[in-house]
């Protein structure tokens, strides 16, 4: 199964991509939403996860408890493709409020 290099868009693999789809929600949500919002088949959108969970700070291969806020790069262009708003990754850094897509309470 392939993942997604590190720094790379989840829907293409190009590398440096700066933008990023941030995602606020439970483990099932934020898959769905990845599925959804990127392009990405199911396996491919769980697979991901798994490797975000890690970058984000989570146990690698442990769904996290609760809501979780995730960031994961996509690039300008399958964000268009996908009709996506994405963010620029510095923004979400410096503390900038971000159009999040967020799991109803
Ligand atoms: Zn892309």
Excluded: W
């Amino acid at each position: 199964m392939k993942a997604p290099a590190y720094h790379s868009c989840i829907g293409c693999y190009r590398g440096d991509t700066t933008t990023v789809v941030s995602i606020k929600g439970e483990a099932h949500f934020i898959i769905a939403a990845l599925h959804k919002l990127t392009g990405t088949p199911l396996d491919e959108a769980a697979a991901a996860f798994g490797v975000h969970a890690e970058e984000n700070g989570f146990d690698p291969g442990m769904a996290p408890a609760g809501r979780v806020f995730m960031a994961v790069r996509l690039c300008s262009d399958c964000a268009a493709k996908n009709g996506t708003t994405v963010v620029e990754e510095s923004a979400i850094a410096s503390g900038e409020p971000v159009y999040t897509y967020a799991q109803p309470e």
